[in-house]
């Protein structure tokens, strides 16, 4: 069995792969019912919000279209906040739905800087909304949300945060943040296979949902309101994916997510440490790193493709590349979710044998 | 095991369920450009067409507003033949997005008569599309699409099919009828869980595509088509459902279409037969009723509601009751996909010891 250290889909423990093969049930029948509104209160849990929450079905980006529909109108003025690919779909999203677009695009590996975000907003009194990737997967970054949110906040603005592969993994406190709208998905710290995706609305979020005008339907937070009243979903889920959530919601609160955080720093933490004892360096502002992705520079005669190609040939290990203008130039360690210690020292000692067989020579 | 006869999800084969819990990888690898391809062809088979086909990760629904965006700008006229539920959430879809919709709606129970999609063509021959539902799912009625994309094409308008419920139960040649863009779900006659949506796309539909101005992102068929090429879908895709799907359509196309489709046709038959014998009657305008779910009328005092309720606890077959104003009025039994003759038996049996129980008598 090969080792996915992608950064999403992530390996999934048995128990939540057993769950996905159970047979169908109906999707608005007692059962399911029983199981939505369960899954639905756990995951506040891990969101640490008491806001309305809702599972949707579709891949991260289109919860991250959700999010847009549900609270701009065409014409609203949005200050995007990207360090990366992720941050860059958002805004591009935004903007295909008519969304007036101010970047604020910090140099990929760099955090954003919350100084710069609050100028921003100074400098456009008129923004309704800041978007902010919470973790950035194509350069291993995790902003401090913590400080943009307060300025976020400060200021009166709506906040809408992409917390795809952070939430479950790195601390996040919705409520205690400000956060109004979070989107997450299941593939990610989750350890379940894709197809669902979560989001969060907060009372603000709900009076700008009011005046919005953006058209939404398949993604309508109104419409998931309403059918989960009925303890549905408007449309027909991914029922076995829900069988697998409902099976690592129970193993997430079971550890505790406050441990969990801390074995991601510490898995994080190792990596880094590891990957920098060979010799490479990480991508990131180190300040700012990812516990949950690791992105590695390309250095000294290193073939990326070649290393990739040789890790999942001699030793089963699947890695990510770069994306975008990144191809090529750094590759990528997804440590989030279902990770041991002793799978990343198995994965540093396959590095440490690989890298000079794919031109390394620091 | 609950005996699951309601329009969708349908129950799955043992095989299909297995493969769901095969363990993740990468959806930016080999093995899953392997399977993408593969699927896609296979998929292509049951579709009959040489058109460009696209696996979208979401419910039907999702797929019927894919169809709306990326053919249609705000201000263009559709006419949306709507005989039921489904129809009529599609003329939703397209009025949220702006279309000018006008209506054509039939009496629940009927079908659309291709003569009044005729006359209402030319009462506004600047419509752009018409969009039609092959197999209403709410009422039980299959159209007579072959006659209806005659009419259709022969006025040189774009058509836009929902085969949701019939595609590979009910013989759909997409190339043979000119269909341009036809969408479909992995929870029903494919014998998958809820989670994958298909559709395809004419040259005609291509070329509406690129005038096309309605937002679109996560639904772009461009974006899809860029992505394939590559042996990719654009955002992380339901890996687990396309482990299913990519076995159902093995059996699938083992067994043959056209066997399939006659399959289905003695199982429709046998169920209203059976039905009927009982003294119940068809909902449907029995000229059209559909082979892959048949809705029967309440009558002679039967409390549907009751007779649900019974049919699980005492029998463990669920059945499906009637949606929106037909709640209380009708119940609907699926039998599409994975079911048999003797299933069909059982389930004749049990709603004639049920009946009398559930306060019906003749």
Chains 1, 2 share one sequence.
Not at 93 to 106: C, E, R, S, Y
Not at 288 to 299: D, F, H, K, P
Request: net charge negative; proline share 5%; hydrophobic share 40%.
């Amino acid at each position: 069995m090969a080792q996915l250290r992608i950064p999403g889909p992530t390996p999934c423990p048995p128990e939540v792969l057993q769950a996905m093969s159970w047979p169908m049930i109906n999707h608005r029948g007692p059962e399911y019912k029983k199981m939505l509104f369960d899954v639905t209160d756990k995951l506040k849990e891990v969101f640490q919000t008491k806001n309305d929450l809702y599972i949707l079905t579709g891949s991260g980006t289109g919860a991250l279209e959700a999010a847009v529909v549900n609270v701009l109108s065409p014409g609203d003025k949005v200050l995007s906040v990207s360090i990366g690919v992720f941050g860059d779909r958002w805004a591009s999203i935004a903007k295909t739905f008519g969304a007036d677009v101010i970047n604020l695009n910090a140099e990929w590996g760099k955090a954003a800087d919350p100084e710069a975000v609050k100028d921003a907003i100074k400098a456009n009194p008129d923004i309704k909304a800041v978007m902010v990737t919470h973790n950035e997967t194509s350069t291993g970054v995790t902003n401090d949300l913590e400080v943009i949110s307060k300025v976020v906040k400060d200021a009166g603005k709506l906040l809408m945060v992409d917390a795809i592969s952070s939430l479950s993994s790195i601390d996040l406190p919705v409520d205690k943040w400000g956060c109004d709208v979070v989107v997450t998905g299941s593939q990610k710290g989750w350890m379940v296979p894709p197809g669902l995706a979560m989001a969060s609305i907060s009372p603000e979020g709900w009076e700008a949902f009011e005046k919005a005008t953006m058209p939404r339907f398949y993604w309508d937070f109104g419409k998931a309101e309403s059918y989960l009243q009925k303890g549905q979903n408007p449309w027909t889920p991914a029922i076995s994916v829900m069988f697998g959530l409902s099976v690592a919601m129970d193993m997430i609160l079971k550890k505790g997510i406050q441990q969990i955080f801390n074995e991601q720093k510490r898995i994080g933490q190792m990596t880094r440490d590891g990957v920098k004892a060979l010799g490479l360096s990480i991508f990131a502002d180190e300040k700012y790193a990812s516990n949950t992705v690791s992105a590695i520079a390309g250095s000294h005669g290193l073939d990326i493709g070649k290393l990739r190609q040789l890790m999942q040939s001699e030793h089963e290990i699947v890695l990510a590349g770069g994306q975008q203008s990144m191809d090529g130039k750094i590759f990528r360690i997804g440590h989030l979710g279902l990770v041991s210690e002793q799978e990343i020292e198995e994965l540093l000692a396959a590095l440490k044998e690989t890298l000079p067989k794919a031109g390394f020579s620091p």
